[in-house]
């Protein structure tokens, strides 16, 4: 399938090297990932999300498109549709006219890092950028951090200034989905209680590839994971008690990679 591929999860060594790019403390980290990323970088078909932009496609086309392809070219933003696999289909039709400026118009993976922002961010172009994106989510999570960092933000994240952080990384209308007391929020709930358990997180992202809806990526263990865990091990002939054990986690990745 195009655009899949090996669909790695976050790593501890991933998350550190993200940090060390910007500097900051491990409650701001996950502040920054819980509100401003996609929570898990990729679909279950291991292909990285996606959000296609019209108007953006509009202008790095120079609007050329617009008149008969209005779906995906277009002034005015919006005409998104659904969420997941519905994207690249709107992607795939932009490819055809014009591959570079559609590749472009997309934000990718956990991030949702603009096609554009390829070579701000270290990637010499968008196909590059989204070659790289295609493997692990610590591509996509360093492709994040390294557009915080050029673009002056990780300041703001460490003196606490939530609104100036947004405002910038989000643009104006941050105040209208407040993502400025959410960043503070959780960096507050993150300074007195243990961040995602990475673990956790490559078992609920193989249970996700697998097929067993664990209901979320977040590296928390709750019902819904362990529901999911229980159908895993009953469709394996495993003993269904829904534990978490080293055994299983091995036995979970070598199926799901």
């Known amino acids: 399938m195009p655009f ?6 976050l790593t501890e060594q991933g998350t550190k ?7 900051i403390d491990v409650p701001r980290f996950w502040a ?13 078909d291991k292909r990285p ?3 296609f932009e019209r108007h953006i496609f509009h202008d790095r086309t120079g609007g050329k498109f617009s008149a008969k392809h209005p779906d995906i070219s277009n002034s005015k933003a919006g005409g998104y549709g659904s969420g997941g696999a519905h994207q690249y289909d709107r992607l795939e039709k932009a490819i055809a006219l014009d591959r570079t400026a559609a590749l472009e118009s997309a934000s990718w993976g956990v991030g949702q890092v603009m096609g554009f922002n390829a070579k701000s961010v270290g990637f010499a172009s968008a196909q590059k950028m989204v ?41 104006l209308g941050y ?5 400025d007391k959410k960043l503070e929020q959780a960096h507050n ?3 007195h209680r243990p961040p995602p358990d990475l673990v956790v997180r490559t078992a609920q992202t193989c249970l996700e590839y697998l097929g067993f809806n664990p209901k979320g990526i977040d590296g928390i263990f709750g019902d819904n994971s362990q529901a999911a865990l229980i159908r895993y091990q009953k469709s394996h002939q495993l003993e269904a008690d829904g534990k978490l054990d080293e055994a299983v986690l091995e036995k979970l990745i070598e199926e799901a990679f």
């Open 189 to 191: 709930r993150y300074q």
């Open 131 to 171: 070659d790289t994106m295609r493997d692990s989510e610590d591509a996509q999570m360093l492709a994040m951090f390294n557009f915080i960092k050029k673009n002056k933000l990780a300041g703001f994240l460490r003196k606490g200034q939530w609104a100036e952080f947004a405002k910038r990384y989000n643009g």
């Open 4 to 9: 899949d591929g090996l669909g790695l999860p």
């Open 49 to 51: 999300k996606i959000l």
């Open 17 to 23: 090297k993200a940090r060390k790019i910007v500097d």
């Open 32 to 44: 920054v990932m819980s509100v401003e990323s996609r929570g898990f970088g990729f679909l279950g």
């Open 175 to 179: 105040k209208k989905n407040d993502y």
